[in-house]
Each structure stands twice: as structure tokens, then as C-alpha cells.
């Protein structure tokens, strides 16, 4: 079964580790849960949970795979989600195969009730935080950052559950949007930077939270808003409450966020990213100029940049590359002597498009470059004359420690060579990224501001926002599994 | 596990109804023939199969699903796939859940030894066929046409296996490209007519036969030509004969393969998939051009014919309708009445691109008229001011009866109504189809010519160039199921 | 799921090779042939199917494993399964992994219509019928005899299926026994000499036919009769007709239905089951009586003649052997260098009962003697004195070639060395085998009669009832797969 | 899958709740965790686990259905089970689908290390315990008394891990038997009243733990010693240390144990289990005498007690029922308005053995006398002329809250009746249970000391040795689960 689920990790990106969904107030809470993280399954693609209320009792369903493969509307598991608040998560793991213990949202009983709690983001004080409750006689059954915010609940001596989740909240370090069903009622927070993102809905009577607003259009529902940085909505019978509970914080929304991971058709944070992809690709036309017939997206990611570079510098836009959107990357044979590699799987050249042409590839990023380099050989075997590589970021030098999975330093390879290096390596005739003002500037800002920069953009510049645990700048953290 | 695979029937077009793919000269020929049928998956989502030779012995493994879950390389089934040629086959099923006996390559046992056959078409006297058979005692055991040429060369009295595949083959009525193996020979045909492709390429020493050059690409394999129509290729140790067995035909090549069969990076009967389908768009912008902000694709198949149009309108191309790729059509609740429907599993508006902006969707075709309806629909909620439809097809008012799945008649909208009607029954402001003539000329022909069509384009015309069982014209054959 | 479904074959035994039943007039005919097959589990563990009809369509379903496992009352297959007639297979494969299309009832769609037929025996001449049906024309599609006979009643020229039906049966040689369905009605057959068991029952106003009369029991039908060697009976609406196609032959059942392959509750040929063993085992224990403490049975085969030799010896019968109904066989490590057999799985000492005894083990026979050798070792490491082995059949010197799955003279321990050699090859204080005259006593016969035996003994004798093909008498046919 | 394994709980028993195991000292230690919950898979059916430790990390696996079916020695997580200590369990579950999370050994990670636990028994007070540990911060992941025991470890204040387990067995109530990994070593523990069984033995230089001396025999372990009611080992590399932790309570074994829940070849508290039922049936011979012509058991719990009984009465012993071994309880047609009963599933009468016979039954309990009654038609059906019916315990009027799975007093048939009501109930012509100083003869005691019994029968007397949280009495405790 897992077989058939993937993860497209040998697209060379980095990637969104999670997606997050609440409804409040509609009998069919846990259908239309299901309904968004399937719109929401780009951020996660290795397993998905619901967990519902009743009125009464939790129920919960989980499942290694796809949103679709687990939560058949027929199928007695989706039937037993009963229950006028739904939560769910999608999980995109980096630890091997997903055991399902890890599978968000956690659930557990408390004191006071039932919890459930589906998080995105990651904490950077999850290590010190999780060997002091454990030294203290708390069991752990997964390996998540999210369980620790949930003993910490358990352990708060504050009255009221969203006291004791502020309580919580106020212990950890990182960047995390979240959603709980507690005390019925569906709560909603962001950290007080801002970094991940998080946006309310309403659907008749019903609200709804989702990491995106593609989340929001599946269900029909109606975008109302973006949480703020450190905001806490409580949404119960009497309607929403918006708490600031925390001190306040500059805003540093996830530049990368516009880059690669939301889908085009959602808007964060007032910006519609389609929009934002065309304006980074028509900077990066006028960044870097260079004269060609085509200018050819890297599929699927590639597009919209493409697109607007293509509009900004008036040259035809073609498909040069056509993706094979089914999975084939299980059937490659070992032995093959790497003559037929991954990369045809997915991607194949237009060959009667570029045969005789310069060809300007477009793609969103670069992080280890082999991806990259297969296909400007690609493009080369199918006739183009000139390949020129234009990337609609800047150049991927640090890790991610805030939710997104990202290989450590000494793999990126624009932390270990120079662009014309790069450009040699995967054997373009010019490479050019986009530079940190030009994004900022496809951002509508004037300029990065140095001081108090206006995005989270850590990944390219080493300014990280929220402070990291000892070691951590130098390697990112291994999120352990217990065996 | 099948819940997991999935076709997507819901989107409203006609359907190829099988790839087929043969390798003679390498011992890896069952992992090249499995990279094929990844590569030709589109035209057949249900099941797939292979059969390989050693020089001695038969292997065969057949599996419904995708090609990717049933032939991972390192699998025991695969793995014992040897052998220096293999053929195989993706089938795409009418009747309910693949059967494994109706999995394609058809093998058997026969006097001279083992035999084995994927078939690409359809007969139009396979019920005769089949009833005489069966009459003078053969049993079947499945209920497809493959089995019925299989059966005719079992009985034939002719000498050596091309002459009693020759000799079957005189009998049988209808469009086909066929691989099989016997005797140590790899066997390609195609029809009289040459309605369904087949084309040959050379990998190193060894030689590939492929419905569409896509295949051969990922594996690497050069193209060499398309077969004739009505040639049969033998290709043994001693290379590769070519036999031309049939009174010559006038070609009938399917010109919806241009259309929307075939995948835009192959090149058939000379002319490159992606640039016919453009220029298809710009003859559509030529014949029916409107004022418009954008010109948008009804993502993916009609990507090509929009930047064409595009191009040729100089009006800008935008992705207005975002594709989620991930398969969601299982989990819609049935008592949703209708509310969240199963176009919304697939698309979304881009809101932020399309809003205020007066719209040209483009789209290759219309069957049933369903899905354009709420595609409008939700161009519309986004804020679309106006909405017109232009389709890369004429209007299709007749059903296939050579190997593609459409609808009856009766079904199919085009059939039912005028344009205008259509125009209001999907609530547009203007809708036009490309002109007959206009899609000769975009394949390079100054027009149709109406008493030897270039082309088979019976679904527009009605003009079937092989002659039909009698009833067929009213109503498509049930291939019918054994239970 | 295959690996849960188990045969013991390590339990070093011969293996009756299929189970058949069959019902006519109830609407829950399918339901009843599960039952019946249930019951008969016994006479093959690796695959099961049923064939209904309902006076218009058959309906199939087929599995491998136990019948338990594929069909579930609840299942959709088995609600599919409608009619007022139904026949179902079990079936033991000697040929690897059981493929489906191997399992039976073999149903296809002849010239008349609808055919289905299960057969339990074996085809002495059908290497010679399949080559020759092959040469002319008939494709084959499993590597059963039974797909045979079907080919034989396609190609038949008599008028009406039981025309048809003798037709083929007056060309095949060998021992059978079988259930069609065809044209309405329900038909079984025995084969001339009545080799392989076949019981009447009734049930209300439906007529069953059942290998044995458990069977019968189970779905609470009243025994009628056993079918007469060489008799058919069609079943239809208009009731039961008996007719005898065959020119009359001697009875030759065989004898070690008696010995093993029958459940004890059958009653066969007018013999109880259960009271034949105790027979045997009070006949062996006057042939050779030894001196001892304990009568213990190797489960669970020995029971009832080991309660035989006890209460004809006037020794205390004990349970000296546990056996461990779970099935333990597939997590044996490899590398343990035999330290932990698999006899261990399945059998333990009972310490406290034998220690410090002189034991007589009882078993019904002796294969190729591996399993014996163990168990008498765990005897004597329990504690046990004198270990005495008494036999309840002759020694197997012969292989079977009419349905019973057993190994190859080489591999048969008493082919290969005397009775005091096994003795001292499985470690025994003393062994005795019964004499092929005392079986016939224990049968109720004076003797055996050398002209013409009163049974099928030819696993003891070599006198083998129905001509063997060519080179059968050497070396058990390998039944082939096509692959 | 879970479909293929069973419980045989229309069987009308009584059912123990677990096996446990543990090796130390091999570096097979987890294949022979596997074989030892092989022979003690009659003690928990639905599920299992085995964790293992390898000096370093441990390493778990865990698995809905039979041990066969999880531990295939040659599976993935089979081979990831390394080290030298293992320990692992068998779960009955009482409350629907085992979910995995319930499936033990329990093992997480404690402020010392890794924990792992294993535990056969029921704790009387685990309403409190668990109420008081959620009230103070502790998070359950599983509805099991187990996890109750690792919380409070993990809470100890105490030094060591085996202080830190004492000063957690000193705050629960209860009855247990447990096996457990932490800081290198295997312990084992029995409660004060040594109510569940648990048996040391030596392989080499391994030691071995089982609930059953079966466990030891199938590993090729010798058996050292039943452990002391109250006794904790302690095994690690210097070897083995006894601890006599609690405050000395009388003895109160569980007597069920030799009337049905040990298997007949193990030997508990130096009683062979085999000859304490034929003791039991000797006994109830005397006590019970009916002229009849067999001694017919109820398979197969009723054979010991049926031999015991017909060697004192002087009686044949016959096998009048015949069991299927196969598992059919998934097919039975819910419609069939029981005809067809869950009974003929798995028994059949041997009716030429008591067709015209006076015949005496020989069970070990009825609990709520549904399966007896069908057997004493069945046995009239098959031509019994009188059925007397004995049983091998004294009337089962108590539930269990020790560790057995047993029916709230109201379905237990002899809490709600006369045994002369029973016996009309069940329709037989006679009825005795042995009484419950005969029970304690057959132990070979002179009688029960009503002061102080020698075992526990609490299900018998009422007498409950371990006090009962309030309610207790009334009701048995619902395990509940956690959504």
C-alpha cells in the first residue's frame, strides 16, 4: 500500500513538512476536513489523521498514504468521524516510513477532557523541553514535536484549557501554526513571528482554519482573514474570541512560502502567490536579461515564474519539458547502470519544441542541483542550441529549523560553490537566481530591510528569527524515533 | 489497493483505450518494456501487463493499477520477467473492474509453441468472430478481441507463425496496432488503415515497437519511423523484415491522437503532438476571435492549444485554473447533495489571476458538457467578467467504434444540441468550436478532402472508413463479461 | 495473506488432492457449498471456488487459501453468487503457489451456453488428450485435467450436454469424480471403477452431492446414497435421473480413504470412517502384540486406531503427543541449525504422562519417515522406556496416480529399505506395519483377493486398476504450468 | 487479514487474557520469544508483540493475529528484533478490533532508558490509579493495565530500575504475572498470591521465563522452577537474583488453570496438567456414576477429563464428536434463520459411533450452556438414546477480575439456574458437575480449607482473595478505549 503513495523527494526542492485543518460547526466536520487537506496535500504527502468531537467522544482515523486513500467517504473509518468539530493534519515525514503513532493530530485524554492538536512548524527547544518531562515521569508514544506542547497542557497548573495551552505555548521555542479541539471547542494559533501560515474561514454558520486558503475554496467556505503573528482564536458555540496572549514579535512570514511551497491559487498574507511567482519571474527577466527563442518552465513548480519572465521579456513561452504525472519511480532498475535515471520518470523534453532553439529554463529553486543537471542534458539531447538556467530564488545556503525540511549545509549546493561554479556543474551557458532585493521587491517592498527584515528569509541569509538551540545552526535536528 | 488507482472518467472526454510496447535484443527488455508503459500510461490507467521470452520459456505478470505499482524493478514478479524480448500492454477498462484474465498481453500455448499478443483497437466482427468460434468448440477466457485473433491463428492451417497471424489477421475486421512473440520473433502490425500509431525505434542492438514516441524516448531508444499502415515488421536475430500482407488502403491515421490521445512530446505521422495542438489554438484564434484580459487552459490537456491561441491572439496566457494531482475522487460524500462536487477535487480557480478579467478558457473537447458547466461556474465565482469557451475540436457527435471509450450517442451534447444551446446550456458568453476545415489546415492540409478524408474523423463526420457490424452505427458494442 | 493459509505438508503424509460439492434447488446454494466446502477443508487447504447459476447467469468467485477466508457470507463476492444450483472445488496444489486461474470449478461459455465442472481424481492419459486438442486449434488456459474435459464437451457432436458429457468422458482414463453445471441442471459422475468417494444427499427438496458425508452433515442434508462406480445423475427440475454410461468395470475405491484422507465422521461405501480405522488399529493389534504401559496416538491422524489397538490390547489409551492447532511453520529461523524443528511447531511430549513408560505410538502411515524419527526421539526425551511403533496401513511402496498428491518411489521410505531398517532408521524398540490381509479384514473382507482386490491398493500392491500412460509407472506426471 | 485469524469464542468458555515470555541470554533471543508465544498462543489469540533488546537500542514489533502470521522469521521486522533479551506477549482482547497501541510488550522511554513490559493479569484498582496519574499531567496512550505499571515507574522517586518497579507493584492491587526489560536485565514478577502462573527455565546459558512450562519445552529449555507467589528475578549478565519485595500472602494459584486454560502437556506448580483433569474426571466418575455404553468427550478440552473419566467407570472412550479444525465462523449466512449454526462450524457428530448408544459427554465447564445444548441435539440427531452430560469443574457462578475474560454474572447459566434447570435447558437425560471438594481431591488435596483455600476459585465460591475497587462485585470493569 505504501508503495503506491510517494513523495516526489528526488525533485531536488525543499519541502513543506505539514498541513493543518479545523471546521466548527457542521455535522459533516470531518468530509470537509478530509476535503482540505486533500486541497492541502502538497504540504504533506506521507500519511494524514482526523480527529473529530462529537458533543461527547473523540474519534480518530489515521493513515500512511494519501488523503484519498484513507479517508473514503464510504468507508467505515470516515463514517465514524462523528461530530460538529473536526481537526487534521498532514505529515510529510523525513524519518523513514511513517509509523502511525507519529501521525498527526495527537489526541490524548487529559484531566479535563479530551485534546487534539495538529501542529506545523517545528520547535527549537522540542529536545531540552521533551528530557525534562520525561525526567519527570512523563511517557512519550511518538516522536513529535507536537506531543511535548501536549504534556505540557497535561502538566499546566492553569485553570481553563486555553490558560493551560497559553501556558504551554509560552514554554516553547519555534515556529508552529496549530489547531486543538478541547472543551468543545476548535482553537487556533500562530506563533508569535508569524513564520508559518494560518487563515480563517466561514462556510454558513461554520468557521474554518486551514493552512492555506485552497483549503478554504474546496469547501466553499469564505476567506474572513489571516490569523496575526501570535494571535489565539477560540471558536465555540457563542462564537470567536481573538486572544493575543503572547508578547508581541515583528511579523516574519516564510518568504518561501510565495516561492515553492502554497499553490498558486492560494493568497497568504494578502498576496495571491500565483501573482507573486509571475512578479519574482518578471523581476528575474529584468534582473538578468539574456536573449533567446523560448523560455521553458521546469514542470510543475516552474510555471508561473516562467510565465511572467516570459511576459517581461517578451520571448515565447513554451512547454519544453513534459511532466509524466503518473508514479513511476519504484520500477527503476537498480542494475541499469544509471542510463535510464529518475529524472525521465517524471520529465520528458518537448523535443519538436526546442529542437534548434535557445532555451531559457525557469525553475523556482535550486537546493542540490542534480535534478538540475539532468535536465539541461535533457534539453541539449533534444537540439537546443543554448540552455539558460534563471532560478526565482535567491541561492538555498542554510537550513530550515521552522517546518521545512531541508538537507543540511554540506548538501546544498549553493553553500558549497560559487554560481558560475554551479552553472559549470550542471552545464548551463548562463545561470542567474534572482537577487534578495529583486525578491524583495516582487514582494512590492522597496528593499530587504537589514535591521528587521519583512519576511522570514533565513534560508538564503542565515537570519534567523527565532533563536536555535546550541548545535543547531550547525546541523539540523534529528527528530529521533523511539523503537 | 485498486480504491488507489484511479482514472479520471469525470473529466469529460473520450478515452484511448490501450498503449502497446515490444522490445527484441536486450536481457533487460521486461524493465525497458515497463519503462514504456509508464511513459504511455495516459492511453490506458487500468491494468497493465508483460510477457517476456528467454529463448525457451514464457514469463508473464499482469496487475490492475498503474505500471508503477505492479512492476517495481525489484520485485519478485518482475524480476523474474527475463528474457531478451517483451512486450506489453496498459489497458483502459468499460466494463467495471478489470478482470486479471482480460489483463492484456493475451499468452497461450499453441501447436508450434508459446504465443503472446496485446492489441491495441477494435474489431468491428469480433461478436461473428467469436460466436463462430465458440460454436465449433473453442473456449475463451476472456472477453476480449485479442483473444479472438489469438484463437484464429490457433486454428489457422497455414505454416510458420506469420502466415498464420497473415492468415488471422485477413479475417478480422477494424482498427488495430498489435505487438506479440513467438517462435523467437518480436511482430508489430498495424491495420490497413493505420488508425491507431505504432512506431519503431532502435535502442543500441536492440529494436522497440511503441504506440507513441514517448516510449521510446524513456528508455532511450532512437526513432526510426512509424510503421505503415497495413505493414507488418518481423524482427529476429537476423534484424528486422518488413511484410506488407493487406490490399493497400488509403491511410486513416485518428486525428483525435493530435487532438488529445496522444501526449504533447510524441511526434506521429511526422508532426510533433505539441505543435499541431498549438497550432490548432491559433486557427481557433483566427476563426473565432473575441475581445478578452486572458487566454486560460482548462488544465492539462488544453495547455497547448491556449498558448497557441494565445500567441496567435496576443492576448495573455494565464493559469487561471490551478490542477491538484492528487486523486480525491473517492472520498466525496454521496449525501452532500451535489454541494462540493468532483471538479472541485481536481481544480480551482486562480481568484487572484481571473478576477475582473474578461476570460477565454480553452479546451480540446466537450462530450457530455458536464464538467465545462461548472468550470464556468467557478471561473465566474472568482470574479470573472466575462467567460468565453473555445474548444480545439469540432463538435464530436458520433461514438468510436476503433478502440476509444465514448459515450452513446445520446450522450454526447454536441449531438443533442446546436452551439448556441451548448453556449447556454454552460453558461457562457460565447463559445465556438474549431471549423472541419480548420483543423485540416492546422495539420498542414489546404482542407479536408471529402471523398478520401486524410484523416479518420468519424466522430465528427460520421465518415467511418472501416465498415461496421450491423447496429454498430447506433450504438457501441458491450464487449460483454463472462462472470 | 497466502503466507496465513497453510498445508501440512511436513507432516509427511500422502494428500487426497481435492474436495467437490455440489446443490440443486435452494436460493442459498452458494452459501451451502461453502459450508460443504468448509467441511471438507480436509481434502484441500490451498485454494477453494464456487460456480453458482440462476437460471440465467453464472456467477464465480475463486481464492486461494481456506475456504473461510474467501467466503465470508458478507463479502460482496459471496452475495454475488446467486442461483438455485451451485458446485465448489478445494483444491491441493502440488505445483508452487496456486495460481488462480488453476483453481476450479473451471467455468466457460460453449456453443449450448454456460459450463462449469469441478473435478476431484487425475487423468492418466491427459498428456496425450492436451497435445492433441492443442495441434487442433484449442487454446488452454489453465494446466488442470479438468479444462480438458471441457474442451473435449466443446468439441463434442452429440446433441445436449449430457451427450455431450459422456461423450468426453468415454475418451478420458484415469479416476474421477465431478460436478457440473450446465443447460439448468446439476450433474455428477464417478468414474467406471468408482476410485474417488462421491455421496447423494438431500436436503428438503434440494439434492446435494458432497465428497464425503460430513459434507452433508453440515448443511443438515440426509445421506441418500453413494453413487454407484461409473454412474451419472442429472439433477433437474424435474428431479434426479440416473443413467450409466460405461461399460461396467470392477469397484476399485480406494483404500486409503479409509486409512487417512476421510474425516472419521464420513461414512463411505457403507463404512463408517471412524469405526474402519479403530477396525484397522484392533486388527494390528492382534497381528502384533507387544508388551507395554501406554497407547498414545500421533495426532491426529492415529486417534482412532490408536483407540482401537488400546481397547483390542486392553492397554490404557493416553494422550502422550499435544498438538498445537495454530499454525507455527512459517517463523522457523533458518540458521538455527535444526536445534528447533518444525515437528516442534505442531507436537509436544506430554512428559508427565509417558515419563518412566514403555509406549506404543500408533500413526496411520509412514511417507518418507522424517516426521516419525523426530517424534519418537521427543518420546524418549520425555522419558519414555520402550518406544513401540505400530502402522495402521501396509507400507506405501507405490506412488498414486489417480488424485492423491505423493512423493516418488525414491522418496518412499519403505520402497527403500525393510521393515527392520525403518526401525532402526526412525529409532523404534520394535515396528510393525499391518498386513495387506488385515486391512482387508479390518475392511470386513475375508482376504484380499489377488484376481480382482475388492479395493484400490495399488500404493501398497503396485496393482494399479486403471491403465497408466507411458512411463507413469517410473515417475508421477508433472502436471506443467504454462507460464 | 484480520479476517484469517480467530478466537474461538463461540466456544462457550471462559478465556486467560495473556501469555508472556522472556529469554536473556542468546542472540536468538526474539525467534525464540516467537516459537515461545507460539505454544502459548492458546493463551491470547488476537494479538502480539515481542520487543528486544540488543545492549544499546530496543526494537519492537507488533501484530493484529496469530504469532504465525507476525513473526515469520524471514520478514523484515523479524530480522530488526536483534540482541539478547526479549520478551513478548499474547493478547485476548476483549473489546472489539485490537488496536495496535494495545497490543504489548509496552515499551517507552523512561528518564533511566527504555522500558519495556509485559503483563498477564488484571489490576483491581486501575480505575484510580489511572485517574490520579491523568489528573497529575500523565499522558495514556493505551487503554491497558500495563501502561498504569510504566507510569508509575517513570514517576518512582526511587534508585534502580528494579526499586523504581517494586515501589510501582507496591501502589497496585491485583493479580499479575510479568516479564520486563530495563538497564540490560530480564525480570520476572509474580503477585504476592502467585494467582497467574509463571515458570523459569534454562537453555544453556539463556534464561527463560513462560507462562507455561509448553513455552520452555518448544525452545528445548529445561525447566528450573515455577517462581514464588511474590517473587521478583532479576536476570542479567552475573546471573540470576531472587527478591522476595512483598509482604508474604498465602498462595491462592488459579485452579481454572488445570481445568482449562493451561495446555494439557505443561506442568504448573508441579502438577502435570494432563493428569490433574484425568484426575478430575476419575474423580467426577465416582462422584456421578451413570450406566452408559461411551464416554464420548467434547473436543478438545474434554478429552483428558473423558479419559480419566472412562478409565475409572470402566467405560469405552470413544470420539463420538469430530472437530474441524479449520476456521469456518466467518461464512455463516445471517439469514439462514439458524439452520446452519456456528456449531456445526467446528463439531459434527460421529454418528456410527453413537447411533443406538448410551453415551456420556465429558466437558471442562459451561458457562453459558449455548454450545452444549447444540451438541446434545447434534448427539440425538446422530442416534444417541440417552445423552448424560458431566463436567470436569463445579458450577461457574462468579466472574473473573484476575486476568480471565468471563461474562457478567447474568449470562452465567449456572448463576441463574438449578443444575435440574440447566439440565432441561440443555436437554440432557443427566447432568453433574464434580463437586468442589471432589475438585480439590483430583488436586490431591483432602478438601478445601474454607479459612484459607488452597487456590483461587473465586469463579466457583465466590471467594475472592484480592479485595475489588468498589462496584466491582457487581459488574467486571470495562476496559474502555481511548478514541
Do not use: W
Request: glycine residues 10%; aromatic residues 6%; charged residues 20%.
Amino acid at each position: 500500500m505504501t508503495g503506491v503513495s510517494t513523495n516526489p523527494f528526488d525533485d531536488d526542492h525543499f519541502h513543506e513538512e505539514c498541513a493543518i485543518f479545523g471546521i466548527y460547526g457542521t455535522p459533516e466536520s470531518s468530509v470537509h476536513t478530509a476535503l482540505g487537506l486533500h486541497a492541502l496535500q502538497h504540504r504533506g504527502q506521507e500519511a494524514s489523521g482526523i480527529v473529530s468531537f462529537d458533543g461527547k467522544d473523540f474519534h480518530a482515523h489515521r493513515g500512511v498514504g494519501h488523503v484519498g486513500e484513507n479517508f473514503d467517504a464510504n468507508s467505515a473509518p470516515m463514517q465514524a468521524l462523528k461530530g460538529h468539530i473536526a481537526i487534521g493534519h498532514n505529515r510529510y515525514s523525513t524519518t523513514g516510513p511513517s509509523e502511525v503513532r507519529n501521525i498527526q493530530p495527537f489526541s490524548s485524554e487529559l484531566a479535563f477532557g479530551g485534546f487534539a492538536l495538529a501542529h506545523n512548524g517545528n520547535l527549537t527547544n522540542a529536545a531540552r523541553l521533551r528530557a525534562s518531562l520525561v525526567e519527570t515521569g512523563s511517557l512519550f508514544q511518538s516522536s513529535t514535536d507536537t506531543e511535548i506542547i501536549v504534556h505540557l497542557v497535561a502538566r499546566s497548573h492553569q485553570q481553563g484549557v486555553s490558560n493551560r495551552l497559553i501556558d504551554a505555548l509560552k514554554q516553547i521555542e519555534g515556529a508552529y501554526s496549530l489547531v486543538c479541539i478541547a472543551d468543545d471547542m476548535l482553537i487556533g494559533v500562530r506563533d508569535p513571528h508569524g513564520v508559518r501560515p494560518l487563515v480563517l474561514g466561514k462556510r454558513d454558520d461554520a468557521y474554518v482554519l486551514s493552512s492555506e486558503t485552497c483549503g478554504l475554496d474546496i469547501v466553499g467556505a469564505e476567506f474572513v482573514r489571516d490569523l496575526l503573528p501570535g494571535e489565539m482564536v477560540v471558536i465555540d458555540k457563542t462564537g470567536i474570541t481573538s486572544i493575543m496572549p503572547f508578547q508581541e514579535q515583528p511579523s516574519r512570514f516564510c518568504i518561501f512560502e510565495y516561492i515553492y511551497f502554497a499553490r498558486p491559487d492560494s493568497i497568504l498574507e494578502g498576496r495571491g502567490v500565483y501573482h507573486a511567482r509571475k512578479s519574482i519571474g518578471a523581476e528575474l527577466a529584468t534582473e538578468s536579461h539574456v536573449d533567446a527563442d523560448l523560455v521553458v518552465p521546469v514542470p510543475d513548480s516552474g510555471l508561473p515564474a516562467a510565465i511572467g519572465y516570459a511576459q517581461a521579456a517578451n520571448i515565447p513561452f513554451e512547454l519544453g519539458i513534459i511532466r509524466n504525472h503518473y508514479i513511476g519511480r519504484t520500477f527503476i532498475q537498480p542494475t541499469q547502470k544509471g542510463r535510464t535515471d529518475s529524472v525521465k520518470m517524471k520529465h520528458n523534453a518537448n523535443s519538436s519544441a526546442v529542437a534548434g532553439k535557445r532555451v531559457i529554463l525557469v525553475d523556482d529553486s535550486i537546493v542540490r542541483g542534480t535534478t538540475s543537471r539532468k535536465i539541461v542534458l535533457m534539453m541539449r539531447a533534444a537540439g537546443a542550441t543554448e540552455v539558460h538556467m534563471r532560478i526565482a530564488s535567491p541561492p538555498t545556503i542554510n537550513p530550515c529549523f521552522y517546518g521545512v525540511d531541508t538537507p543540511d549545509k554540506d548538501q546544498l549546493i549553493a553553500a558549497q560553490m560559487s554560481v558560475d561554479d554551479i552553472a559549470k556543474e550542471i552545464g548551463v551557458d548562463s545561470l542567474s537566481f534572482i537577487s534578495i532585493d529583486g525578491l524583495y521587491r516582487a514582494m512590492g517592498e522597496a528593499r530587504r530591510d537589514p535591521d528587521c527584515p519583512q519576511f522570514c528569509d533565513a534560508c538564503f541569509t542565515g537570519d534567523y528569527p527565532i533563536k536555535l538551540a546550541t548545535g543547531l545552526s550547525a546541523k539540523r535536528v534529528s527528530h529521533g524515533v523511539i523503537n
